[in-house]
């Protein structure tokens, strides 16, 4: 699947633990949360104009694909966390925003 152009859809049931190796080599950068139930990633600019270009970017993607990420915006940085709550874990569809977001080009992880 190529998660550039692909397009979330509902999903109910979780990816396989055993899977989400294979699903986190698509979106380098990326890693499972403490928890195992979302995957996170921190990028970072060189000020808040940038972060904020950056946040209204990523909340273009959400909305899109109707899937929206948590958000912790700072200064100089913006800290994403991607999980699918219907699910109560991890989907395809959080690694096809995780690709979309990571190829953002003001992201720099």
């Known amino acids: 699947m190529n998660l550039l152009i692909a397009q979330c859809s509902p999903q109910r049931d979780a990816l396989a633990a055993a899977d989400l190796d294979g699903w986190l080599q698509q979106v380098p950068g990326?890693?499972?949360?403490?928890?195992?139930?979302?995957?996170?990633?921190?990028?970072?600019?060189?000020?808040?104009?940038?972060?904020?270009?950056?946040?209204?970017a990523v909340a273009e993607i959400a909305h899109g694909q109707d899937h929206h990420p948590e958000t912790q915006v700072s200064f100089d940085s913006c800290s994403l966390s991607l999980?699918?709550?219907?699910?109560?874990g991890l989907t395809s569809n959080d690694f096809i925003c995780a690709a979309q977001i990571s190829a953002l080009p003001e992201g720099t992880v």
């Open 30 to 56: 990326w890693k499972l949360a403490a928890n195992g139930t979302a995957i996170e990633c921190r990028f970072e600019f060189h000020n808040f104009y940038q972060t904020m270009a950056f946040v209204n």
């Open 83 to 88: 999980s699918t709550h219907s699910a109560k």
